[in-house]
């Protein structure tokens, strides 16, 4: 008996466009080592950039007060900065390209600190981005609902806003 799901991942079509969607742009996802780190332990932040942007310098900018880091280009204009180091690269067959993974870390902070930050990359040349662009489930979730009412894949665009953090 075949397995049947609902929703946004219910045809082969929509899952592969899953699966593009989530190598493409600036992902993060909140990818971390560890997931739920302890007191005085660093935290790894784990990127990948898809091969359909063209990116330099990856930045992370947090603060330890719960309120909302400010940044742009690596430069912290509220909070601290720490840049990614690019790791890996793996061929993409699917959005036919390079994607890049990269790391940065978080030095270790007390019990009771409210970690908050954001990632962006940029270029010399071109925009920056966020992370987590495309948004995915935005991208799909739009995607599926025209496929149940047309019963069509429409062309896809990728949603969300890469200029904000």
């Known amino acids: 008996m075949e397995d049947f799901i609902f929703g946004t991942l219910s045809t082969d079509l929509l899952k592969l466009l899953y699966q593009r969607t989530t190598q493409r742009g600036l992902q993060h996802a909140y990818a971390s080592i560890p997931q739920d780190p302890k007191p005085n332990e660093p935290i790894k932040l784990i990127v990948q950039s898809g091969p ?3 990116i ?4 992370c900018y947090y603060t330890l007060d719960g309120q909302n880091p400010v940044g742009s ?6 909070g601290y900065v720490v840049n990614f180091v690019k790791v890996g690269m793996i061929w993409d067959t699917l959005n036919w390209g390079y994607r890049w993974s990269w790391e940065a870390s978080l030095p270790p902070q007390q019990a009771g600190t409210e970690l908050r930050y954001m990632i ?3 270029n010399e040349n071109g925009d920056e981005i966020y992370a987590d662009w495309p948004d995915v489930k935005l991208t799909i979730e739009n995607t599926a609902k025209v496929y149940f009412d047309t019963k069509k894949l429409p062309p896809v665009k990728f949603l969300g806003d ?3 953090g």
């Open 162 to 164: 890469p200029s904000s």
């Open 56 to 59: 330099d310098q990856i930045a």
């Open 52 to 54: 359909d942007v063209m």
């Open 73 to 78: 280009r690596g430069k912290a204009e509220k």
């Open 120 to 122: 962006s990359g940029w």
